[in-house]
């Protein structure tokens, strides 16, 4: 790629950019628009937004960079939880790495590769100048300068694993602390048993009751069986969205309102009045809940959820085999209440070894089928085999313009456009695993995406091309390092391009959030909808935690290959702090609590990238003819996966459980607090299925709304 292509696509995106911070300074102030840009605000009853017109509403500004700035560390752990401030501490942890690799690559490598003579340069033509100038590439074989290099790599590997051990030993002390601060949880005293086995005598209820009070009868306190409730719980969603509507009709004094068509667009259907007849669906819809409510009595299926008087009761349940059938009376530690994925209970153990064996297959078919995208990409990189496949298209493609458009912008915005498919894909087969909770279907989702994205965005992008048909990277394992070495640095300007168009320009449209726009204009303007609550979003960490950890992993491979990215990666990442934080405060509000458990994967993410730049750097320092830097390299991958070993052993254990001296340490102090007693009583219900609560959305008075399954102790 040539310089002016790439400065092309950096004005496009600077003007993107530009574009939806003025749209959002301007468009934010607007009264109807609250339900948009700051919906955490609205649901909290915070919004100060004035209806009454005046100038400045039109005018933009950026006192919302301010108000996004000032809160402290602590004030975002109080609006958004661990996982908040654990999220933008991989976002500061990547700000500090290439703060360094920044100064490191732009004032020590960069000026070493331009000064080199591989590649012949054309100093007279600087925008037709191809940015290989820029590149290791450039540095001629054998030079000495190689081993400034040779160097950095070193010192930047050092640095990256001081910071990880340091910022591993805060987020472990953050954890720790925010579980001392903690008020007693459901979650701190539950597991789910599973597999409960089935008994002549005794019911599915019985048994469990019997089992843990014999063998814990001094920990266990209660527990609450699970039904299969999907069904139940899809006609509750309906008499929700027929409340709603009612409620919006009784709040309105628009006559031609209340009286309209029904049914599908409602068309041929003659005028009813919209109040008696959403009245009435309404309590037909509470009649058929209460009787399917009413058949599921007895009808357990084999898990329950178990409560101790004690968290060292619930951690000795949940780490101990209970039974001597080991696929018996299987525990695990039991998530929030408002964090279960209820659906999962209904699927049984064969169906869900069964949904593991599909989700695999499909991952790899999904991964195969993405090659497509990836192979019409890198074909507009090259103009010269574009022209080949497409002869018509040959007059336009000599004009300057649109062949740096095509080369310098369209590539890197059609994969990200085809990226923007897979998380909801990724999302929809964590659910078929058979995970407990929402939060572990987004953890598992986002290390499906994670490796998704570092496979086809930065695997089979580099080895694209005719390097993909050397079976012998498959063959001989010896030549992966030459062969990545001569891959990875070829798409350099592709991935910088990529930095600029999926980094800047969709961390800015996160800002503007132009579908959730787009979406309550149609609600208020065409649908007449305007009475609705719209449903306050949390944080897509799905799709948000493995673009993070994709750049980190390019900055990190090209750190000594092409320094050039890092500039455009330090801008990404301003924009990702500023913008997420206020993303975070006023958009954004947490649906589950993990503690801070996504920081192990930016862990792992970040020690992969770091053995990849040392597999490369091996492969380049041979086909740059100096063998003994590539031999000396070796001992680095060696020396980081002994310090992944170290941080694993020595910080890991935390994120997957609270050691007992510290539940130990909670309870003692919970004892004396009075409220105690009030929290165990309400825990016997904690993990009713809301499905089989009662409901009241008519406010009947007839008695009919009586809870239909009393609590199971």
Not at 389 to 396: D, S, Y
Request: glycine share 4%.
């Amino acid at each position: 790629m040539i310089l002016s292509a790439l400065l092309t696509s950096v004005g496009i995106n600077l003007g993107l950019c530009f574009l939806f911070f003025t749209l959002y300074s301007i468009l934010r102030k607007q009264p109807g628009n609250a339900d948009v840009y700051a919906p955490r605000l609205v649901a909290e009853g915070k919004s100060d937004q004035r209806r009454d017109f005046n100038l400045e509403r039109l005018l933009p500004s950026t006192s919302w960079v301010k108000r996004s700035w000032n809160p402290s560390e602590q004030e975002l752990l109080m609006r958004s939880g661990l996982d908040g401030v654990v999220f933008m501490r991989i976002i500061i942890f990547s700000l500090k790495v290439f703060a360094f690799a920044g100064v490191v690559g732009l004032c020590i490598l960069l000026p070493i590769n331009y000064m080199g003579s591989q590649i012949i340069i054309d100093f007279s033509d600087l925008t037709n100048m191809s940015l290989e100038a820029f590149m290791i590439s450039n540095v001629n074989d054998g030079s000495k300068w190689l081993w400034v290099h040779f160097s950095a790599v070193y010192v930047f590997t050092a640095f990256v694993c001081y910071l990880l051990y340091v910022e591993y030993s805060y987020i472990s002390a953050k954890r720790i602390a925010f579980f001392y601060s903690s008020k007693p949880k459901p979650d701190q005293y539950t597991v789910l048993v599973r597999g409960t086995p089935k008994s002549s005598t005794d019911s599915l209820s019985g048994s469990v009751e019997k089992f843990f009070s014999e063998y814990y009868p001094t920990l266990y306190l209660s527990h609450y069986m699970v039904h299969h409730t999907t069904k139940i719980q899809k006609l509750i969603d309906d008499a929700r969205k027929v409340y709603k509507k009612l409620s919006y009709l009784k709040s309105t004094q628009s006559t031609s309102q209340r009286f309209g068509r029904v049914g599908f667009w409602g068309i041929c259907r003659p005028k009813v009045d919209l109040l008696e007849y959403y009245e009435k669906k309404l309590e037909e819809l509470e009649d058929n809940v209460r009787m399917q409510q009413s058949l599921l009595s007895g009808k357990e299926i084999p898990a329950a959820f178990v409560s101790f008087k004690s968290r060292l009761g619930a951690a000795i349940a949940l780490h101990i085999q209970q039974g001597e059938n080991p696929t018996e009376w299987l525990t695990e530690q039991a998530p929030e209440p408002q964090d279960i994925y209820w659906p999962f209970f209904s699927a049984s153990f064969i169906s869900q070894w069964l949904g593991n064996v599909v989700v695999i297959f499909a991952c790899i078919v999904l991964t195969v089928l993405f090659f497509v995208p990836v192979v019409l990409v890198q074909s507009l990189t090259h103009l010269d085999q574009l022209e080949t496949w497409f002869p018509f298209l040959k007059g336009v493609l000599e004009i300057t313009f649109v062949s740096q458009v095509i080369t310098g912008y369209l590539p890197s915005l059609i994969l990200k456009m085809f990226l923007y498919l897979v998380p909801p894909v990724m999302i929809m087969l964590s659910c078929l695993q058979g995970y407990v909770a929402h939060s572990q279907i987004e953890k598992s989702a986002s290390n499906k995406m994670l490796w998704f994205t570092v496979w086809n965005v930065f695997f089979v992008t580099s080895l694209s091309g005719s390097v993909l048909y050397q079976i012998n990277i498959f063959l001989e394992p010896k030549e992966i390092p030459n062969i990545l070495a001569v891959a990875v640095p070829a798409q350099a300007t592709f991935f910088i391009t990529y930095v600029v168009t999926s980094g800047w320009t969709s961390t800015a449209s996160e800002l503007f959030r132009l579908m959730p726009l787009i979406s309550s204009f149609a609600r208020r303007n065409i649908l007449s909808k305007t009475g609705e609550e719209s449903e306050v979003p949390s944080l897509p960490y799905t799709s948000e935690i493995p673009n993070i950890l994709l750049f980190g992993l390019l900055g990190i491979t090209y750190f000594f290959l092409s320094p050039l990215i890092l500039p455009f990666l330090l801008v990404y990442y301003c924009l990702a702090y500023i913008i997420y934080r206020h993303q975070l405060l006023d958009v954004y509000t947490p649906k589950f609590e993990t503690g801070g458990t996504f920081w192990p994967i930016v862990f792992n993410s970040t020690v992969f990238s770091l053995l990849l730049m040392h597999l490369i750097a091996v492969g380049i320092f041979g086909l740059k003819k100096i063998p003994l830097a590539a031999s000396l390299t070796i001992p680095l991958p060696i020396a980081t996966l002994l310090f992944n070993s170290y941080c694993r052993k020595r910080f890991l254990p935390v994120f997957k459980g609270y050691p007992a001296e510290s539940m130990i340490k909670k309870d003692r102090i919970d004892q004396n607090d009075p409220a105690m007693s009030d929290f165990l009583d309400k825990l016997v219900t904690a993990y009713q299925d809301p499905a089989l609560k009662p409901i009241q959305f008519s406010g009947r008075t007839d008695g009919r709304n009586a809870p239909l399954l009393a609590s199971e102790s």
